[in-house]
DNA sequence: GAAATGGTTGAGAATTCGCTGAGCGATTCC
DNA sequence: GGAATCGCTCAGCGAATTCTCAACCATTTC
């Protein structure tokens, strides 16, 4: 299912669309103002971000000029506030994708996104990826090391997957396993610890130099050393 | 495999396009104008059509109205050499699936032509289906592996055609259930792990490789091992 | 250089997942 | 009407996967 990014303001609204979304079964992630929106975007690459015109800072519009700077694809629906034609042109040229003014019932705002993700050229994300001789492909899950194929379980897949659609990004461990595991608490848990062995025993198995770096006191990345 | 047709003024583009989309398995038809593309469809009933906006004579555009108005079902991949949003937005109003600026890369096609065919709702017309020694023919419902034929029940039948028109592809189990028993809620049905089974007993009666691969914990895919 | 912190590893317990055989009701065929 | 076929449910087994735990390294700090 699609990642949503929902950036608004006001924490009550932000909490209720989270809410929505999720029920829906949309991965949801939030924040609540410009910059961090812009720092999710690189943590989660949402497919979809729903995006509040006026915030105290970095508003809406600022947000989407940078991202579409940035090139990246993702679709933008604008909320806001005022039914105004000269805002609705405004937006809608810098890059915004669909427009919903407030309020609006949360049916509403599912079902446009569900509209965004049904358009033409809209592919979620499972595009192969691939870093030096480390690939990975989402639609036949096939991994390979070169020209050695190897076997993933799925959570371990899912991991490489996570790592590999951000090579040379350090990823904290916290951010990995709210990713992949869905969860986030300050346990002393080392599943991540685990399953990073795993995949440093499958990508290494035929002695090839490693992949998987340790940041110590911070998480893994994904680079040639 | 999936039939397209190529359409562009320039042949040394064309040309190329034919050979990338050949090498990909695509059965592949070429017309350099809008009135030989249209014979072209009336003669070989093209699943997929790329089609250059400007050309001299009856252009794109002309040409796509042209098959809506005749309710061809054809999905259209329309070549802009001109990233201009109201072109964009024209071209879309009428009709094409989806958009590629000139130049793109040939890889860059491929991957649209993929991405159409995956779409919820796209069936290939009744070809006869094949991969590796298996094979299917929806027609007359034969079903081989090698020089051995076998009977499927109508169930099994349209399991095994869904899974073989997605050769190599895993198959999520939801997306399998959605598809073949048109239904998707998350139950503890197991409906389709006893299918597999039924079509595992029947395509490897004579002791052949296993075709139907599990993916535990995501669902199944038609390839040789 | 000892202690503390953080990461790696192996063993195995717990859990989840998929496969199979038995069987039940509905429909079709004889 | 009885038999065969079909689509399906269910329970139990076995195996793959996920996770926990504890011992063991490596690096940093004091």
Known sequence: MANVLVVDDDPKLLNMLRRTLLY??????AATNGNEALSEVQAHRPDVIVLDWMMPGKDGIAVMQHLRDANDKALVLMLTAKDAVENRVEGLESGADDYLVKPFAPAELVARIHALLRRPGVELKDEPLAYADLSLDPVTRETRRG????ELTSKEFDLLRYLMRHPRQ???????????????FGGDDNVLEVYIGYLRKKTEAAGEPRMIQTMRGVGYVVREE
Do not use: A, K, S
Request: hydrophobic share 40%; aromatic share 20%; no cysteine.
């Open 170 to 184: 350090v990823l904290r461990r916290e951010q990995i396993l709210e990713e992949v595991w869905g969860y986030d």
């Open 24 to 29: 829906e079964g949309f991965h949801v992630f």
């Open 147 to 150: 020209e050695r194929t190897f």
